[in-house]
C-alpha cells in the first residue's frame, strides 16, 4: 500500500496551528456507539482528534502513516499512537466501537479502507469521518485567503486527493448513514498563528518545493492590512461536515 506523505515535513506546525474540533462532536459520536471502550482514530496526524476521543472513550487507537505526525503528536495516558496506513490498520478485528478520520478520508484509498472498516467495527459500531473546507474571519480575510490565496496562488499545487473534500458529501460510504448535529471548530488566533496554519497546507509546502519561495509573501501586505495589529486575537470559524454511519448487522429472517 502507497503511502502519500503531504504533511511529515510540516509536522511540527501541523501540531502546532491546526485547530481543535468541539467537544461536542465527540460527547455526540459517543453517546451513538455501542459502547465507550474503544475507538480508533484513523489518520490522527499529530492527535488532534485522539485527544477529545479519550475524554469519551476508555480507550483511543491512534494510528498514522506517517512517523514524524506521530512524533509529535501530544501523549495521553488513554491512547496509543502507532504508526500504520488507513487501509492496514493491525488493529483487532471487531474490537473497535467508534473509528474516526478527521480531515484525511480523502487521502486513502476507500476500497481498501472501507474492507478494513467491516473488518474492525464491532456490531453497530459507529464510523464517522469529518471534513472541513473554509474558515470565516471578516470578509476582508477571508477573500484574501479563501479565494486569492487557496485558488489562485497555491491552487495548482493541491493534490488531486484535495478536490475530494470540495465534494465530501458525495464520497461514497460504506455503512447506512445517520443525520447528524450541525458542528463548528472555533478558535482565537492571532495573525501568526493563521499565517502557520497556511502554511502547514498541503499546497503550501508544494509550491515551496517547486519553486524555492514562501507563496504567503503573495497576499502577506494585504493579510497583514486586513488584520490590523498582528497581535490581535480574532475568533476564526471552521464549518464541519460529518458523516456517521453505523455497522448494523442485518436481523435473521424469522421463521
Known sequence: MTFKDHFSKQAADYARFRPR???EMFEYLGSVAPSRALAWDCATGSGQAALELAEVFDRVIATDASEKQIANAQPHERVEYRVAPAEESGVESGSIDLIMVAQALHWFDLPSFYEEVRRVLKNNGVLAASAYKFFHVTPEIDELVNDR????????FWPPERALVEKFEELPFPLSEIQTPSFEMIAQRNLEHLV?????WSAT???IAANKRD???AIADDLRAAWGDPGQMRKVVWTLIVRVGINAMPKPPKE
Open 149 to 156: 490565496y487557496y485558488d489562485k496562488v497555491v491552487g495548482p
Open 205 to 207: 509546502q508544494r509550491f
Open 215 to 217: 507563496p504567503l509573501e
Open 196 to 200: 502557520g496554519y497556511l502554511r502547514s
Open 21 to 23: 474540533y468541539p467537544r
